[in-house]
């Protein structure tokens, strides 16, 4: 239970075997609606001025100088910007842990308000893709290391998203298999030799 | 503070008439209690106490940038 690829590993799958699919000749017409039923969510459109709002009002109360920007919105996604000068260390928290603080609840707020599950992805002077970036290159390196000696490496607690980034980066590889392991902020990635 | 949690947790809750923040404020020291309808604790505390800790984040961050320590208690009784 522990030892799992996650989720979207296995969203990543049928995604995989959906486009195989869809080349092939005798794809199935019934399949093909039932993908785009699940395209095409209806999104209530007062969710994003909510979002705005409301996050708006929260710095506000935190006493942030922060300026809340749209950054992109896409099908049950909103990318939101937290752009911040002097705060902007206090926003994000040791390794993003506020962040993610605000935007768990961002999303809890969603859901209660709209009944509707909505993928709110906060970030505050682009420090999402710098960590990625920084991530990236640390994961590289442990695999290395990995591959040399033969021996598994853990790596730092991550969240999902991180996780799922570092399985990614592994997926199909012939010498290294990725692992999540762990409960809550803890739960953390393995790196193992394929034997 | 008071007014940050008191926003934060009407938004979950069903009951928003319901909700109570007590502040108990020292020098440096910050106590919040949060009490709400019976039905909506689960709501506050998030499964696996998820949400309560993304409270206690944000309360806290926000109160270190004025140099106020804050404990956030959600009150069953």
């Known amino acids: ?195 | 503070m008071k007014a940050l949690v008191y926003t934060i947790v009407k938004e979950l809750v069903d009951a928003p008439d319901e909700v109570v923040i007590k502040e108990t404020a020292g020098d440096t020291i910050v106590i919040l209690e949060i009490s709400v309808a019976p039905a909506d604790v689960g709501k506050v505390i998030g499964k696996d106490g998820r949400i309560a800790n993304a409270i206690r984040t944000v309360v806290k961050a926000a109160a270190a940038k004025h140099d106020k320590r804050v404990t956030v208690e959600i009150v069953t009784d």
């Open chain 1, 1 to 195: 239970m522990s030892e799992r690829r996650g989720f979207f590993g296995f969203l990543k799958g049928l995604c995989k075997s959906a486009q195989v699919e869809s080349k092939s000749l005798d794809t199935k017409p019934v399949r093909e609606a039932e993908e785009s039923a699940v395209l095409t969510i209806d999104i209530d459109p007062a969710i994003e001025p909510y979002c705005m709002e409301k996050l708006q009002e929260i710095m506000e109360l935190c006493g942030y100088d922060v300026q809340v920007k749209l950054y992109r919105q896409s099908g049950d996604k909103i990318f939101i910007d937290l752009a911040a000068t002097e705060d902007l260390g206090r926003l994000i928290g040791r390794d993003g842990f506020h962040l993610e603080a605000i935007q768990t609840l961002m999303r809890a707020f969603v859901f209660k308000q709209f009944n509707q599950s909505f993928k709110i992805i906060l970030d505050a002077g682009g420090y999402r893709r710098r960590r990625r970036n920084s991530l990236r290159s640390k994961v590289m390196e442990a695999a290395k290391k990995v591959v040399d000696s033969g021996e598994s490496i853990t790596l730092d607690p991550m969240n999902s998203a991180e996780r799922r980034m570092v399985h990614v980066l592994f997926e199909g590889n012939k010498e290294i298999d990725s692992l999540s392991s762990g409960d809550g902020a803890k739960r953390h990635v393995i790196l193992a030799k394929k034997s």
